[in-house]
């Protein structure tokens, strides 16, 4: 059984950076593609970025484009998202995704199978 365990989140002021991990077991990670969402409160689950399984393309956000960078190492089974220039807007929980295999990233929770318990973010202004 796939397993996520998210970690990084925090405090951080804005226009500050943070960086997130997304620690996976229970599968063979080079098959998954790896997406991140987050969730505010009082709002839905949004997509923010993603990978794909090959690292050969990503897809992200128009509200986190130029901001936030995905990456992923193979050896060590984590995702990571990066995040630079953050916003007060960025405040939520961050949510790391996967779903095996896949040509395309979809940005819709219900293609991800997988899911973490998620990590808090929050960016005081």
């Known amino acids: 059984q796939v397993q996520l365990v998210e970690s990084g989140g925090g405090l951080v002021q804005a226009g500050g950076s943070l960086r997130l991990s997304c620690t996976f077991s229970?599968?063979?990670?080079?098959?998954?593609?790896m997406a991140w969402f987050r969730q505010a409160p009082g709002k839905e689950r949004e997509f923010a970025g993603a990978?794909?399984?090959?690292?050969?393309?990503?897809r992200y956000a128009d509200s986190v484009q130029g901001r936030f960078t995905i990456s992923r190492d193979d050896a060590r089974y984590t995702a990571y998202l990066q995040m630079n220039s953050v916003k007060p807007e960025d405040t939520a929980a961050y949510y790391c995704?996967?779903?095996?295999?896949?040509?395309?990233?979809?940005?819709?929770?219900?293609?991800?199978?997988?899911w973490g318990q998620g990590t808090q973010v929050t960016v005081s202004s």
């Open positions: 229970g599968g063979t990670f080079s098959r998954y593609t």
């Open positions: 995704a996967a779903v095996q295999f896949g040509s395309y990233i979809y940005t819709g929770t219900d293609a991800y199978p997988y």
């Open positions: 990978i794909g399984w090959n690292s050969d393309y990503t």
